[in-house]
């Protein structure tokens, strides 16, 4: 991941542990995707409990490999909403270091 953006010099990762926020993003979305997925095979009937459960495990264990950066990219996207780049301090960072 470039830091800052090549375009814009916004600095993707503001702070220590900023980055961190994505990680509830991906679980929640894999959360929601999984609790999906179950009632709609429970309730169709379309697999066996087994069959289920090793579909589902391996989302679990796959999805959220696949879907870090995209996590991140809400997570940014949700700040940026919330506290536009750059915010008084960094403005002020940014002016000390030229
Ligand atoms: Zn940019």
Same mark, same amino acid.
């Given at each position: 991941m470039n830091d800052p =953006? &090549? !375009?814009c010099g916004r600095r993707f $990762? +503001? &702070?220590p542990g900023y980055l961190l926020g994505s990680i509830y993003v991906n679980y929640g979305v894999t &959360?929601?995707?999984v609790v999906v997925i179950y009632f709609? =095979?429970?309730f169709t009937e379309t697999l066996t409990s087994k069959q289920l459960l090793a579909v589902l495990t391996g989302l679990i264990v796959v999805f959220p490999l696949w879907f870090f950066r995209y &996590? +991140?990219?809400i997570w940014i996207a949700f700040d940026e909403l919330f506290d536009p780049w750059p $915010?008084? !301090?960094e403005s002020r960072e940014l002016e000390k270091s030229g």
């Open positions: =953006c &090549a !375009q $990762n +503001r &702070a &959360a929601v995707l709609g =095979c429970y &996590a +991140r990219s $915010n008084e !301090q």
